[in-house]
Nanobody, 121 residues
Framework: QVKLVESGGGSVQTGGSMRLSCAAA????????MNWYRQAPGTEREWVAV???????DYLDSVKGRFTISRDNAQNTLYLQMNNLKPEDTAVYFC???????????????WGQGTQVTVSS
């Protein structure tokens, strides 16, 4: 009954900006940690950024200073603001969240469907 729905991907030129959104829907009791991951063709999925329930954040070294992760707890929505994009940022981006449903109050990992980000040189 609980799911994550991503939006905001697309194509941009080097140096451009893009914002990804990830909305949690369903009978959500609580959301703990939320992450963004990405996967480029022929590579393994790579962690990009995390925002904890207290609002603290951490980032992959290669995106520090360019990407900003944030969350709107009232709207159960996760964001990733990406600035100064580079061709090596091209990937499918996935959101992930630890969420508990009202039905059993147990935290589980949920994944979004992924959204393509393409950065051209």
């Amino acid at each position: 009954q609980v799911k994550l729905v991503e939006s905001g991907g697309g194509s941009v030129q080097t140096g451009g900006s893009m914002r990804l959104s990830c909305a949690a829907a369903g009978t959500i009791f609580s959301i703990n940690t939320m992450n963004w991951y990405r996967q480029a063709p022929g590579t393994e999925r790579e962690w990009v950024a995390v925002v904890f329930s207290d609002g603290s954040t951490d980032y992959l070294d290669s995106v520090k200073g360019r990407f900003t992760i944030s969350r709107d707890n009232a709207q159960n929505t996760l964001y990733l603001q990406m600035n100064n994009l580079k061709p090596e940022d091209t990937a499918v981006y996935f959101c992930q969240a630890q969420m508990a449903e009202y039905s059993d109050l147990r935290y589980r990992d949920y994944w979004g469907q992924g959204t393509q980000v393409t950065v051209s040189s």
